[in-house]
């Protein structure tokens, strides 16, 4: 989706924001296209997209573990860990959450089995150094906020009526944010959440 695109939804969105009393950030909710989260599996063609997203969108519904799970499962690999990106993959021969956590400077990549919590392969690791400027600085600033990506994937489910499928950081105009994809129906949902403290100067 566009920036220009999200931006207009998102300023649509921001009455939604109001039913998050509790919430730690500000949620804004964008419907239309499919989020980038679930392009990869086709070239382009809206047909294709379609029919890809309905694929994964079904294995999705039909998987036993929830996005919370997964990200519970792989931060319990190290004590103090917390997720900086989580995503449900149905395209191979059984779907799996790709998770990756981060922990003593070090960005771990865990695979969850979406039917089981197993871990799929073991783990890998690489150190935060071998990460552009960018990468660094938002994983940086990841550790210096209060919230978290499992905070934010309760509060976008809540404000989507519906169960998150993917979920990470991005950062637009200085801002770090968590963007979350939730299924509504039968609709995606990208909710974008600013938490405090996260602007930069």
Do not use: C
């Amino acid at each position: 989706m566009s920036t220009a695109r999200r931006h207009t939804w998102q300023l649509l969105a921001m009455a939604l924001s109001g039913l998050l009393v509790a919430a730690p950030a500000q949620a804004l909710i964008s419907t239309g296209s499919t989020p980038t989260a679930l392009h990869g599996e086709t070239d382009g063609d809206g047909q294709a997209d379609r029919q890809a997203v309905s694929r994964e969108i079904e294995r999705f519904r039909s998987s036993s573990i929830s996005i919370s799970q997964a990200m519970a499962i792989a931060e319990a690999r190290h004590a103090g860990a917390t997720t900086a990106d989580v995503s449900f993959d149905g395209g191979s021969g059984v779907p799996v959450y790709r998770v990756k956590t981060l922990h003593n400077d070090r960005v771990w990549r865990h695979t969850i089995n979406a039917a089981t919590g197993e871990l799929v392969g073991g783990e890998a690791a690489f150190p935060l150094a071998e990460l552009d400027v960018e990468d660094r600085s938002n994983l940086a600033a990841l550790g210096a906020i209060r919230h978290r990506l499992a905070d934010a994937v309760r509060v976008a489910e809540h404000a989507a009526s519906g169960k998150a499928i993917s979920g990470g950081l991005v950062r637009e105009g200085g801002r770090l944010n968590f963007a979350i994809v939730v299924i509504s129906g039968d609709d995606l949902k990208e909710v974008i959440l600013e938490p405090p403290g996260a602007r930069t100067k």
